[in-house]
């Protein structure tokens, strides 16, 4: 469990229909208030669902050539700084970013992004993960992550999960909410971690379409090598290793980076049950996810 008092005592609540804890709506007038740039990239994801390999991957399209002593001296969390996050001594996206374009996440459902993202026509990347492996990365991220609530034992965390009651809501409402965007948005570019996994230079090469980028053939293969999972977890710029509200004792940030893990946590029972209730909630047949490669 979480080693840190603060989250033991974190509550979560309910928040204009979504689980939230006061990290991510403290700042909720400004951060709705925000003024976007045509230029900003938004990166919007559930949590866990490969949000800091597509913003390395970014970073290193917009940036890999032109700003060298970023990538050795700065954090990712802080290349990318987090939308709704509010903790002290974070650099929060209003004290102004260094450079242009901006990239930002989010974990915010699509009906919390700030209107002025729309209203700019900003790119905007959203990357979806299989429910279970999400699920599973999500329990032992609460586990060391001393800004969430603690997550209890994993029976039941499953639970609460398939509730909705985790940070960012439910899982289900937040992939179908976006998908059903995507469909009307040309500027939201829909991802699946599986994917990456499965191929990621050619997920790559549909980002930089949708963004427009060419880079030479020498620098995509430079990026898709870089952003493997071992060279991610060995470089202490992507690790998180650096981030002060991680405990390594409990777990790592980058854990297994695989497709399938769910199946070392899920029960016989718990995956009918989960299967069962997923068939209730997920109606849309134009969005599948795969849990297996
Ligand atoms: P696991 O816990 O299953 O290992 P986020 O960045 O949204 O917090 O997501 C973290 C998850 O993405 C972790 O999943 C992490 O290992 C995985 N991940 C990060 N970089 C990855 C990479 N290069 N390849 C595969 N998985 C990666």
């Given at each position: 469990?979480?080693?840190?008092?603060?989250c033991?005592?974190l509550p979560?609540f309910?928040?204009r229909?979504v689980?939230?804890t006061?990290?991510f709506?403290d700042?909720?007038e400004n951060v709705?208030?925000?003024k976007?740039?045509?230029?900003?990239?938004?990166?919007?994801?559930?949590?866990?669902a490969g949000?800091?390999?597509?913003s390395y991957?970014?970073?290193?399209?917009?940036?890999?050539?032109t700003?060298?002593?970023?990538?050795?001296?700065?954090?990712?969390y802080?290349?990318?700084?987090?939308?709704?996050?509010i903790?002290p001594?974070?650099r929060?996206?209003?004290?102004?970013?260094?450079?242009?374009?901006?990239?930002?996440?989010?974990?915010?459902?699509?009906?919390?992004?700030?209107?002025?993202?729309?209203?700019q026509?900003?790119?905007i990347?959203?990357?979806?993960?299989?429910?279970?492996?999400?699920?599973?990365s999500?329990?032992h991220?609460?586990?060391?992550a001393?800004?969430?609530?603690?997550?209890?034992?994993?029976?039941?965390?499953?639970?609460?999960?398939?509730?909705?009651?985790v940070?960012?809501g439910?899982?289900?409402d937040h992939v179908n909410g976006?998908?059903k965007?995507?469909?009307?948005?040309?500027n939201?570019h829909?991802?699946f971690?599986e994917d990456?996994?499965?191929?990621?230079?050619?997920?790559?090469?549909?980002?930089?379409?949708?963004l427009g980028?060419?880079p030479?053939?020498?620098?995509?293969?430079?990026?898709t090598?870089?952003?493997?999972?071992?060279?991610m977890?060995?470089?202490?710029m992507?690790?998180?290793?650096?981030?002060?509200?991680?405990?390594?004792k409990?777990g790592?940030f980058?854990?297994?980076?695989?497709v399938?893990?769910?199946?070392?946590h899920?029960t016989?029972?718990?995956?009918?049950?989960?299967?069962?209730?997923?068939?209730?909630?997920m109606?849309?047949?134009t969005l599948q996810?795969?849990?297996?490669?």
């Open positions: 469990t979480c080693p840190d008092i603060m033991l005592l979560l309910d928040f229909g689980s939230m006061h990290f709506t700042n909720w709705q208030n925000f976007a740039r045509p230029d900003d990239v938004l990166i919007a994801t559930y949590p866990k949000t800091t390999w597509v991957i970014l970073d290193l399209l917009y940036f890999g050539q700003s060298p002593e970023r990538q050795t001296s700065v954090p990712i802080e290349r990318v700084p987090f939308l709704e996050l903790v001594k974070f929060s996206v209003k004290s102004g970013l260094p450079t242009s374009p901006r990239l930002i996440k989010t974990h915010f459902p699509v009906q919390f992004v700030p209107k002025s993202f729309w209203e026509n900003c790119k990347i959203y990357v979806a993960r299989n429910a279970k492996d999400n699920m599973v999500y329990f991220f609460d586990s060391m001393m800004i969430e609530p603690d997550p209890g034992d994993w029976n039941n965390y499953f639970q609460r999960f398939m509730q909705g009651k940070v960012t439910s899982w289900y976006w998908w965007k995507k469909q009307t948005s040309p939201v829909y991802m971690y990456l996994v499965e191929d990621t230079g050619r997920e790559i090469d549909k980002l930089c379409s949708f980028l060419s030479s053939e020498d620098e995509r293969k430079r990026i090598g870089g952003v493997q999972f071992d060279k977890k060995k470089n202490n992507t690790n998180y290793s650096t981030h002060a509200r991680m405990d390594f409990t790592s980058m854990r297994k980076g695989r399938g893990d769910w199946k070392n899920f016989v029972a718990q995956n009918e049950e989960f299967d069962e209730d997923y068939k209730k909630k109606k849309d047949p996810l795969r849990t297996d490669l």
